[in-house]
């Protein structure tokens, strides 16, 4: 059973950095795909991006072009890096893992990542 454990939110001025990591039990570099997910409270959760095996990424309109994904240097990590963060991406962030294509979805427990305006 893959695990997943997602560190590095904190709270971040508007306009800052964060950089947000997940580390899973297994290599995740021949998974399907890794993803980030968020949700803020009273809201449904939201895709972030997403990094597939094949090294095809996709982001969300209202990230792109201000968040990046890439897998980690580690082969079992991907990170997520946040710049120019807005009050709007205050929320609890996920990484989630497809092992193979049409399998069950993995989740993280989350990293909570604050934005001070």
């Known amino acids: 059973q893959v695990q997943l454990v997602e560190s590095g939110g904190g709270l971040a001025q508007a306009g800052g950095s964060l950089r947000l990591y997940c580390a899973a039990n297994?290599?995740?570099?021949?998974?399907?795909?890794m993803a980030w997910y968020r949700q803020s409270p009273g809201y449904e959760t939201e895709f972030v991006a997403q990094?597939?095996?094949?090294?095809?990424?996709t982001y969300a309109p209202s990230v792109k072009g201000r968040f990046t994904i890439t897998r980690g240097n580690v082969k079992n990590t991907i990170l997520l890096y946040m710049n120019d963060v807005q009050p709007g991406d205050a929320a609890t962030y996920y990484c989630?893992?497809?092992?193979?294509?049409?399998?069950?979805?993995?989740w993280g427990q989350g990293t909570q990542v604050t934005v001070s305006s």
């Open positions: 297994e290599r995740v570099d021949v998974f399907y795909a």
């Open positions: 990094v597939t095996g094949a090294g095809d990424i």
């Open positions: 989630t893992a497809e092992k193979t294509r049409g399998s069950q979805t993995v």
